[in-house]
């Protein structure tokens, strides 16, 4: 049989660069997953993609390079993701950018496909989410867009596959196809063009006195839209596209005046002409989309704009929103103790072998007690208490982000942060921060201004993470199971809903704070969508949330237990006198606890599980019942017996749920905030805000609580 030799790529100078950009939620990580084979995380909310992501494929020999930009609404430089994109397709030299389109609210996306268009470059708009348009009752007619845009159209749905292959034919040939030349010139009022005009060939002659390397028309165009729109100054703006300094822009600082002027005359200062730059844009992709677009079936909007205007509408939207999320934490209650149970006995049994295994191998007792009571019970106790709420509450949460509720959830609290100096978005910044308060951190790229990400980097730890949040179910019932044996998980779960209310307000209060003082806003100008609702792939959505997100979150955290419970297990066990270490350290803070209204082995714990807060609980009973090694207890109602035992009462089980919600970051976080910021002293700050604000909140509790205790003693 004669062999078929492959086809021999082509050489490394002819592969190709490709650009993804578009708005949030548009599609754009399931079209980069579908170009390139990769699996990045595809959500419906704004700002999932916060970062660059890279992939690769091969069609008819030739190899192209893909880059996933992050989701914007504009090219602006008002956020981190806006500059990142901005700074992408300006310098480097892309052979084609990829606008991705959501074809169900094209008017809206047609902005930026604008704005990308002005910069020049070949330039592909695809047509995203066309089967949805269809069944909401959309036809946009493809050529007539083309026609209007002067750029290359493909309609798709980036889920089937025939559509991803008629993507990459139409990428094959799309930069023989551009010719959007002057096509956005229309778009502005005639002397706004001509002060484009005269602005880039200022511009031009400030490049040609410094002998900097050319650069096109139309990023000289760019740069010249960009010196009018921009409210920062204008040499930092133009220094950021040309790579010239302040002092270089004689020519234009001359020109910009001059305009200056003229606009005066005219009646209008800078801010009426971003503004009239701004609605010409919107106008101009408005008529684009009239012209394009439309419906034959108008029911299913109807429908779904009467569900938005209930999970959106003041009262009765916040109420839904604490229905759902208390739903979601009521099943993740009552679906995670029988397995946590079922996974401490059978780590129990491993135990048992584990043990003969190491008495075979004859190692020394203490080496034995080390990988037993240290490292393998530290390990096991996070797997059992961690494991079953995450593999619970991570699916059924990631349900709802494609499902499109949590943009709803931003809406019903975008008011309250816009009172506080910020905006919705950091409401979704804390959302990701209920997985995992690292993840919260990286997403709080999406805050549309610096002081801005940097209030809602210090205050994504008020809301509890998964690690605390497991501490939280279990020390909810100790408080329960004292105050009324045989709770139903119901009550519970309103508990802990009730926690994570608090958690919010103190996140506004803190946001508050900061905006009037350290960092200084105006009101947000960011922009809310509300996506179209979307049916999940559920069992999709249950393997990525289990693999991507919950194996991963744990994995992490037994990173940093397993040699915590190393030291753990050493300072139990080094004796000073008649005490082991960690007796004299809770005896030594045993003074600082009783003012907080604690002891000092709580303080001591919380201390030890700086590395991951799953081990605080353990370490306490640890402590308690002076053993040489972590304690699995089960049951609440066995916990608040050990608790009793040693001085706990209602006070102490409430102060000590208070400083479960506000204390420290885990180590992940502080070096995932070092890492956002490159600032050490902001980690510094991001731990001691919310320890601060518990400790604050512990002492008006113990106040209360003595002085209530003092009036019943003398009545």
């Given at each position: 049989?004669?062999?078929?030799?492959?086809?021999?790529?082509?050489?490394?100078?002819?592969?190709?660069?490709?650009?993804?950009?578009?708005?949030?939620?548009?599609?754009?990580?399931?079209?980069?997953?579908?170009?390139?084979?990769?699996?990045?995380?595809?959500?419906?909310?704004?700002?999932?993609?916060?970062?660059?992501?890279?992939?690769?494929?091969?069609?008819?020999?030739?190899?192209?390079?893909?880059?996933?930009?992050?989701?914007?609404?504009?090219?602006?430089?008002?956020?981190?993701?806006?500059?990142?994109?901005?700074?992408?397709?300006?310098?480097?030299?892309?052979?084609?950018?990829?606008?991705?389109?959501?074809?169900?609210?094209?008017?809206?996306?047609?902005i930026l496909a604008l704005q990308i268009l002005e910069m020049g470059g070949d330039v592909l708009i695809c047509l995203n989410l066309m089967d949805e348009a269809k069944r909401r009752g959309i036809e946009i007619?493809?050529?007539?867009?083309?026609?209007?845009?002067?750029?290359?159209?493909?309609?798709?749905?980036?889920?089937?596959?025939?559509?991803?292959?008629?993507?990459?034919?139409?990428?094959?040939?799309?930069?023989?196809?551009?010719?959007?030349?002057?096509?956005?010139?229309?778009?502005?009022?005639?002397?706004?063009?001509?002060?484009?005009?005269?602005?880039?060939?200022?511009?031009?002659?400030?490049?040609?006195?410094?002998?900097?390397?050319?650069?096109?028309?139309?990023?000289?165009?760019?740069?010249?839209?960009?010196?009018?729109?921009?409210?920062?100054?204008?040499?930092?703006?133009?220094?950021?596209?040309?790579?010239?300094?302040?002092?270089?822009?004689?020519?234009?600082?001359?020109?910009?005046?001059?305009?200056?002027?003229?606009?005066?005359?005219?009646?209008?200062?800078?801010?009426?002409?971003?503004?009239?730059?701004?609605?010409?844009?919107?106008?101009?992709?408005?008529?684009?989309?009239?012209?394009?677009?439309?419906?034959?079936?108008?029911?299913?909007?109807?429908?779904?704009?009467?569900?938005?205007?209930?999970?959106?509408?003041?009262?009765?939207?916040?109420?839904?929103?604490?229905?759902?999320?208390?739903?979601?934490?009521?099943?993740?209650?009552?679906?995670?103790?029988?397995?946590?149970?079922?996974?401490?006995?059978?780590?129990?049994?491993?135990?048992?072998?584990?043990?003969?295994?190491?008495?075979?191998?004859?190692?020394?007792?203490?080496?034995?007690?080390?990988?037993?009571?240290?490292?393998?019970?530290?390990?096991?106790?996070?797997?059992?208490?961690?494991?079953?709420?995450?593999?619970?509450?991570?699916?059924?949460?990631?349900?709802?982000?494609?499902?499109?509720?949590?943009?709803?959830?931003?809406?019903?609290?975008?008011?309250?942060?816009?009172?506080?100096?910020?905006?919705?978005?950091?409401?979704?910044?804390?959302?990701?921060?209920?997985?995992?308060?690292?993840?919260?951190?990286?997403?709080?790229?999406?805050?549309?201004?610096?002081?801005?990400?940097?209030?809602?980097?210090?205050?994504?730890?008020?809301?509890?993470?998964?690690?605390?949040?497991?501490?939280?179910?279990?020390?909810?019932?100790?408080?329960?199971?004292?105050?009324?044996?045989?709770?139903?998980?119901?009550?519970?779960?309103?508990?802990?809903?009730?926690?994570i209310t608090l958690s919010v307000g103190a996140a506004l209060l803190a946001t508050k704070i900061l905006s009037k003082t350290v960092y200084k806003t105006d009101n947000s100008r960011s922009v809310l969508e509300?996506?179209?609702?979307?049916?999940?792939?559920?069992?999709?959505?249950?393997?990525?949330?289990?693999?991507?997100?919950?194996?991963?979150?744990?994995?992490?955290?037994?990173?940093?237990?397993?040699?915590?419970?190393?030291?753990?297990?050493?300072?139990?066990?080094?004796?000073?006198?008649?005490?082991?270490?960690?007796?004299?350290?809770?005896?030594?803070?045993?003074?600082?606890?009783?003012?907080?209204?604690?002891?000092?082995?709580?303080?001591?714990?919380?201390?030890?599980?700086?590395?991951?807060?799953?081990?605080?609980?353990?370490?306490?009973?640890?402590?308690?019942?002076?053993?040489?090694?972590?304690?699995?207890?089960?049951?609440?109602?066995?916990?608040?017996?050990?608790?009793?035992?040693?001085?706990?009462?209602?006070?102490?089980?409430?102060?000590?749920?208070?400083?479960?919600?506000?204390?420290?970051?885990?180590?992940?976080?502080?070096?995932?905030?070092?890492?956002?910021?490159?600032?050490?002293?902001?980690?510094?700050?991001?731990?001691?805000?919310?320890?601060?604000?518990?400790?604050?909140?512990?002492?008006?509790?113990?106040?209360?609580?003595?002085?209530?205790?003092?009036?019943?003693?003398?009545?």
């Open positions: 049989m004669k062999k078929h030799n492959k086809p021999k790529k082509r050489a490394a100078s002819e592969s190709k660069t490709l650009l993804l950009a578009g708005n949030p939620n548009v599609g754009k990580s399931t079209v980069f997953n579908a170009l390139t084979g990769l699996k990045q995380h595809t959500g419906n909310w704004t700002g999932k993609t916060v970062e660059l992501a890279r992939g690769g494929f091969v069609f008819e020999d030739l190899s192209y390079t893909v880059y996933d930009l992050p989701g914007t609404y504009s090219l602006n430089f008002n956020s981190a993701e806006e500059k990142v994109a901005s700074d992408f397709i300006l310098n480097n030299n892309c052979d084609l950018t990829i606008v991705v389109v959501d074809a169900t609210c094209l008017g809206r996306n047609l007619d493809a050529s007539e867009l083309e026609k209007e845009l002067g750029a290359p159209v493909v309609a798709i749905a980036a889920k089937n596959k025939r559509d991803i292959l008629k993507l990459k034919e139409k990428i094959r040939s799309a930069q023989s196809q551009n010719r959007n030349g002057d096509a956005t010139r229309n778009i502005y009022p005639r002397f706004i063009n001509n002060a484009l005009d005269d602005i880039s060939e200022a511009l031009e002659s400030d490049l040609i006195e410094n002998k900097t390397s050319d650069i096109s028309d139309s990023a000289k165009r760019y740069a010249a839209l960009s010196a009018l729109t921009d409210p920062r100054s204008v040499s930092e703006r133009l220094s950021e596209i040309t790579g010239l300094k302040g002092a270089q822009f004689n020519h234009t600082r001359q020109e910009l005046k001059k305009i200056e002027s003229e606009l005066e005359f005219m009646g209008m200062d800078p801010k009426d002409l971003r503004e009239t730059i701004s609605a010409s844009r919107a106008a101009a992709a408005k008529r684009i989309s009239d012209g394009c677009v439309s419906f034959t079936n108008g029911k299913r909007r109807e429908r779904n704009l009467k569900i938005d205007k209930r999970l959106t509408s003041g009262r009765a939207g916040v109420l839904t929103m604490l229905l759902f999320f208390g739903a979601l934490i009521w099943l993740t209650v009552c679906g995670a103790n029988y397995p946590s149970t079922l996974l401490s006995g059978f780590f129990e049994w491993v135990k048992f072998y584990l043990e003969k295994a190491l008495e075979l191998l004859k190692l020394p007792e203490p080496a034995v007690r080390l990988i037993i009571d240290g490292a393998y019970t530290t390990v096991t106790w996070i797997i059992a208490v961690m494991l079953p709420p995450m593999a619970i509450f991570f699916p059924l949460f990631t349900l709802l982000e494609d499902l499109g509720y949590l943009p709803r959830v931003a809406f019903n609290l975008d008011s309250c942060f816009k009172r506080c100096g910020t905006g919705g978005k950091q409401a979704l910044t804390l959302c990701m921060g209920l997985g995992c308060n690292a993840v919260g951190v990286v997403g709080c790229r999406i805050m549309p201004t610096e002081n801005e990400r940097k209030i809602a980097l210090l205050t994504n730890s008020f809301i509890p993470c998964n690690g605390k949040f497991a501490l939280i179910i279990t020390v909810s019932g100790v408080i329960l199971a004292a105050a009324k044996p045989g709770i139903s998980t119901f009550g519970r779960a309103a508990l802990i809903l009730g926690a509300l996506p179209p609702y979307r049916k999940p792939q559920i069992w999709k959505t249950i393997y990525r949330s289990v693999f991507d997100r919950t194996l991963f979150v744990l994995c992490r955290a037994l990173v940093s237990a397993l040699p915590a419970g190393v030291l753990i297990w050493l300072l139990a066990n080094v004796q000073i006198g008649d005490a082991s270490i960690l007796n004299w350290a809770g005896r030594f803070l045993d003074p600082i606890g009783s003012i907080l209204g604690i002891d000092g082995f709580i303080i001591l714990a919380f201390i030890l599980s700086l590395p991951a807060n799953e081990i605080m609980l353990p370490i306490l009973i640890m402590c308690y019942l002076q053993t040489s090694g972590m304690q699995d207890v089960s049951g609440a109602a066995n916990l608040a017996e050990i608790f009793s035992a040693h001085g706990w009462t209602i006070l102490t089980a409430v102060n000590v749920l208070i400083l479960t919600l506000f204390h420290s970051p885990c180590c992940t976080t502080l070096l995932t905030i070092i890492r956002e910021t490159g600032n050490k002293l902001m980690a510094l700050y991001a731990a001691l805000l919310p320890t601060a604000f518990g400790v604050g909140m512990c002492l008006l509790t113990t106040g209360i609580y003595k002085a209530v205790e003092l009036i019943f003693t003398v009545c």
